[in-house]
C-alpha cells in the first residue's frame, strides 16, 4: 500500500498543514511573525476553524461570531509586501491576495491587514 503524503499547508509554505499552521491552531505555538499570523488566518479560513479566527482577532474589532458559505472555497495564498511585523516591532502590516473558488467561479481579494501584539501576542486589526 503506497503511503499517503501529509497534506500541504494552505498558506503556501512547503510543509504540511499539521506541522505548519496545524501546530498554531491546536495552539501548540503562536504566530512569531504578523506574516506568519496572516498566513495562519488563511489557513484557518480554508480548513473552517472559526475558534482560531476570533482567537487572533484584536477584541476591540472582533466580531461576534464567524460564518462560512459552504460554496466558498480558499485555494491559495500570495503575500504581495509587508512592513514592520517582525520580532522587533509592535505593528505590521501584510499586503495579500488571497484566491478562492465561489461555487465554481474562481476569483481573489486583496487587502493590506494591520496587526499589533496584544500581550505579546500577534494579532489581526483589521484592514488599513
Not at 63 to 70: A, L, N, R, T, V
Not at 83 to 93: C, P
Request: net charge positive; hydrophobic share 30%.
Amino acid at each position: 500500500m503506497p503511503r499517503r503524503e501529509p497534506a500541504a499547508c494552505p498558506c503556501g509554505l512547503p510543509a504540511s498543514y499539521q506541522d505548519c499552521c496545524g501546530r498554531l491552531h491546536r495552539g501548540e505555538g503562536t504566530a512569531s511573525t504578523a506574516e506568519q499570523l496572516m498566513r495562519s488566518r488563511f489557513s484557518a479560513f480554508g480548513v473552517g476553524d472559526k475558534a482560531y479566527l476570533l482567537r487572533t482577532w484584536h477584541p476591540a474589532d472582533r466580531p461576534p461570531h464567524i460564518g462560512f458559505d459552504k460554496g466558498l472555497r480558499w485555494t491559495h495564498l500570495e503575500i504581495l509586501d509587508s512592513t514592520g511585523g517582525t520580532a522587533f516591532h509592535t505593528e505590521g502590516t501584510v499586503r495579500f491576495r488571497a484566491h478562492y473558488v465561489d461555487h465554481g467561479r474562481p476569483g481573489h481579494m486583496e487587502e493590506n491587514s494591520h496587526f499589533t501584539r496584544l500581550n505579546g501576542h500577534w494579532v489581526y486589526t483589521g484592514a488599513v
